[in-house]
């Protein structure tokens, strides 16, 4: 079996859902493997022809009546319409025009099985959300050249073969309009050496996230306030991509690094407790566990989570973390893990145990094949294209 990965995003989401995968399938040898080049710092590569190969992926001619057809890259590596390189290809994520329509153009020209791999339920992005200025609803006349997110991945509905998602909230939506298979964010565990906690002075408490998470962050803020100034020896760490709400030197700003090196960041960092609020939201319930495999696997830290679906699906309240829904209880079991190091300790062992039973990724690999094998069998070339979407 050959399976082309396309990521679209050069991005953390890429890197998880594309990269990590698409190398572990080859590693062990259950299909041959393909992906366009991928970067995630959005820097040029020093190497010109490799940034000049990378960019060709993306750059689509168009024909006279103006959509785009296949470039020459792409003619490359998928051979002879009537004999294919590839058996299935991945699209991650295609949500705008040019995507879409070359998704679309395979399916037709190449007669195999076109998938989409998605992260998010991009139909309910709050608006703290900065990614809602992309997709939301737009008056037609406001719409630029069709390149409008939402219309595009209502458009995807019921137009690919089949979808490859990440939780379960994903899989029960998207199997309204084809075949959708679960194939959970997993860790290659095999990368991630955990060595002994390093010893430090201070309390260390950790919420590790991205820009898009500042509400989360604001709703913690009381609670850190009031842990700071009851506990003259806490530190509180957070991305620099967020203002230092509180104004405090014990405060520390964290950098951006690449993914491969995210886990070690967070190791280096040796954290007592690490944070994953998260606001009960339709987008949040569609999220993935992936905040937490990151801790487990980033020196086995303690995790206290909001019990929020992505969350409590995974967590067993004192078991393997802590769940805690109001600034009280936030502060409360973020106190009692101050005051217990031994039960810190036994939860990080745990959340760790839980990576390594049910999101290793050399586990979890054969899910993905799995999948891209079930829809070429009971793929139809000749069959006729589905309505272009549903309305909601």
Same mark, same amino acid.
């Given at each position: 079996?050959?399976?082309?990965?396309?990521? =679209?995003?050069?991005?953390?989401? @890429?890197?998880?859902?594309?990269?990590?995968?698409?190398?572990?399938?080859?590693?062990? @040898?259950?299909?041959?493997?393909?992906?366009?080049?991928?970067?995630?710092?959005?820097?040029?590569?020093?190497?010109?022809?490799?940034? &000049?190969?990378?960019?060709?992926?993306?750059?689509?001619?168009? #024909?006279?009546? @103006?959509?785009?057809? %296949?470039?020459?890259?792409?003619?490359?590596?998928?051979?002879?319409? *009537? /004999?294919? !390189?590839?058996?299935?290809?991945?699209?991650?994520? =295609?949500?705008?025009?040019?995507?879409?329509?070359?998704?679309?153009?395979?399916?037709?020209?190449?007669?195999?099985?076109?998938?989409?791999? $998605?992260?998010?339920?991009?139909?309910?992005?709050?608006? $703290?959300?900065?990614?809602?200025?992309?997709?939301?609803? &737009?008056?037609?006349?406001?719409?630029?050249?069709?390149?409008?997110?939402?219309?595009?991945?209502?458009?995807?509905? @019921?137009?690919?073969?089949?979808?490859?998602?990440? $939780?379960?909230?994903? *899989?029960?939506?998207?199997?309204?309009?084809?075949?959708?298979?679960?194939?959970? !964010?997993?860790? #290659?565990? +095999?990368?991630?050496?955990?060595?002994? *906690?390093?010893?430090?002075?201070?309390?260390?408490?950790?919420?590790?996230? +991205? %820009?898009?998470?500042?509400?989360?962050?604001?709703?913690?803020?009381?609670?850190?306030?009031?842990?700071?100034?009851?506990?003259?020896?806490?530190?509180?760490?957070?991305?620099?991509?967020?203002?230092?709400?509180?104004?405090?030197?014990?405060? *520390?700003?964290?950098?951006?690094?690449?993914?491969?090196?995210?886990?070690?960041?967070?190791?280096?960092?040796?954290?007592?407790?690490?944070?994953?609020?998260?606001?009960?939201?339709?987008?949040?319930? %569609?999220?993935?566990?992936?905040?937490?495999?990151?801790?487990?696997?980033?020196?086995?830290?303690?995790?206290?989570?909001?019990?929020?679906?992505?969350? /409590?699906?995974?967590?067993?309240?004192?078991?393997?973390?802590?769940?805690?829904?109001?600034?009280?209880?936030?502060?409360?079991?973020?106190?009692?893990?101050?005051?217990?190091?031994?039960?810190?300790?036994?939860?990080?062992?745990?959340?760790?145990?839980?990576?390594?039973?049910?999101? !290793?990724?050399?586990?979890? %690999?054969?899910?993905?094949?799995? =999948?891209?094998?079930?829809?070429?069998?009971?793929?139809?070339?000749?069959?006729?294209?589905?309505?272009?979407?549903?309305?909601?």
């Amino acid at each position: 079996m050959r399976i082309l990965f396309f990521v =679209a995003g050069q991005d953390g989401v @890429g890197y998880y859902r594309m990269l990590l995968p698409s190398k572990m399938i080859q590693k062990l @040898g259950l299909a041959y493997t393909f992906m366009n080049p991928f970067d995630p710092t959005g820097k040029p590569w020093k190497d010109k022809k490799l940034q &000049k190969e990378r960019d060709s992926w993306y750059n689509f001619e168009q #024909d006279k009546n @103006g959509d785009p057809v %296949a470039t020459n890259v792409f003619a490359k590596v998928l051979g002879d319409p *009537k /004999k294919p !390189n590839f058996d299935a290809v991945i699209f991650q994520r =295609a949500d705008v025009a040019t995507m879409f329509s070359m998704a679309m153009c395979i399916r037709d020209i190449y007669k195999i099985p076109v998938i989409q791999e $998605t992260d998010d339920y991009v139909f309910a992005i709050p608006g $703290t959300n900065p990614a809602i200025q992309s997709y939301k609803d &737009k008056p037609t006349e406001h719409r630029a050249n069709g390149e409008d997110p939402l219309t595009i991945a209502r458009m995807s509905l @019921g137009n690919y073969d089949g979808y490859i998602v990440s $939780t379960p909230f994903l *899989k029960q939506f998207y199997d309204n309009y084809a075949k959708t298979y679960l194939c959970p !964010n997993s860790i #290659d565990l +095999s990368k991630r050496k955990q060595t002994p *906690k390093k010893k430090h002075k201070d309390f260390r408490i950790m919420f590790s996230s +991205s %820009a898009t998470h500042w509400d989360n962050l604001k709703f913690l803020m009381p609670v850190i306030e009031k842990f700071l100034k009851k506990y003259p020896d806490a530190t509180f760490y957070q991305y620099d991509a967020f203002p230092n709400f509180l104004k405090s030197k014990r405060v *520390k700003l964290m950098k951006w690094v690449h993914p491969d090196n995210y886990w070690k960041y967070i190791q280096s960092l040796s954290p007592d407790v690490c944070l994953a609020p998260l606001s009960d939201v339709l987008f949040n319930r %569609a999220k993935s566990n992936l905040r937490l495999l990151e801790y487990w696997t980033g020196g086995k830290n303690a995790v206290i989570a909001s019990p929020v679906e992505p969350y /409590k699906n995974t967590i067993v309240d004192g078991k393997n973390g802590l769940l805690a829904k109001s600034h009280d209880e936030w502060f409360e079991k973020l106190e009692y893990l101050y005051n217990n190091p031994k039960v810190r300790e036994r939860l990080g062992m745990e959340g760790y145990a839980t990576v390594r039973k049910d999101f !290793n990724l050399e586990k979890n %690999a054969r899910k993905w094949t799995d =999948a891209v094998k079930s829809i070429i069998d009971s793929y139809d070339p000749n069959s006729e294209p589905p309505k272009q979407y549903q309305p909601f």
